[in-house]
T-cell receptor, first 111, second 116 residues
Framework: GNSVTQMEGPVTLSEEAFLTINCTYT??????LFWYVQYPGEGLQLLLK?????DKGSNKGFEATYRKETTSFHLEKGSVQVSDSAVYFC??????????FGKGTTLSVSS | NAGVMQNPRHLVRRRGQEARLRCSPM?????VYWYRQLPEEGLKFMVY????????ESGMPKERFSAEFPKEGPSILRIQQVVRGDSAAYFC??????????????FGQGTRLTVV
């Protein structure tokens, strides 16, 4: 079945550091890929998405590129801020199915 | 346009009681999903519903749990005879559809269930 694997956390960085959170997936066909972010005590918010191979999703300085050859969708940001501290979830879905999530990666950014 | 509304935000139940969690999807959304979140375990899919239909309930425990999404009114996740292990955050999400567009889901703020 479909699944998502993302790197274990927590990830601890200083402000302005470069961020990478790895995400790989297993799926039949061509899923859509998503990154969601969850701030403390809140629900999940869509951060970015990509619906086909080589698409790049971007938002708020975050980027991720849909790599079919490596079945990956790694999240990157060039310069993190304290306000980026949250839990980040990689997810996929295909037509007719619900979103499947990775276990989440906690990011903690200190000033 | 209000987002996905879940209530209550916090719910405390004694062991053996029933818990009812409500979810009103975004306006125009006809697909609803329920997820459970436990610390350190991420989000686990429970059930996917359209109006008056259960599409996929493969993630829902066979006993004590049920879900519905009636023609009118919110979606309800019902947990009967709750046990301490049911304590978790339950999130509802909705989407326009789930066909070729692979539309994203929008999440509510969750209901945090505590069983004492």
């Amino acid at each position: 079945g479909n699944s998502v694997t993302q790197m274990e956390g927590p990830v601890t960085l200083s402000e302005e550091a470069f961020l990478t959170i790895n995400c790989t997936y297993t799926a039949t066909g061509y899923p859509s890929l998503f990154w969601y972010v969850q701030y403390p005590g809140e629900g999940l918010q869509l951060l970015l998405k990509a619906t086909k191979a080589d698409d790049k999703g971007s938002n708020k300085g975050f980027e991720a590129t849909y790599r079919k050859e490596t079945t990956s969708f790694h999240l990157e940001k060039g310069s993190v801020q304290v306000s980026d501290s949250a839990v980040y979830f990689c997810a996929l879905n295909q037509a007719g199915t619900a979103l499947i999530f990775g276990k989440g990666t906690t990011l903690s950014v200190s000033s | 346009n209000a987002g996905v509304m879940q209530n209550p935000r916090h719910l405390v139940r004694r062991r053996g009681q029933e818990a009812r969690l409500r979810c009103s999807p975004m306006k125009g959304h006809s697909h609803v999903y329920w997820y459970r979140q436990l610390p350190e375990e991420g989000l686990k899919f429970m059930v996917y519903l359209q109006k008056e239909n259960i599409i996929d309930e493969s993630g829902m425990p066979k006993e004590r749990f049920s879900a519905e999404f009636p023609k009118e009114g919110p979606s309800i996740l019902r947990i009967q005879q709750v046990v301490r292990g049911d304590s978790a955050a339950y999130f509802c999400a909705s989407s326009l559809g789930n066909g070729q567009l692979n539309t994203e889901a929008f999440f509510g703020q969750g209901t945090r269930l505590t069983v004492v």
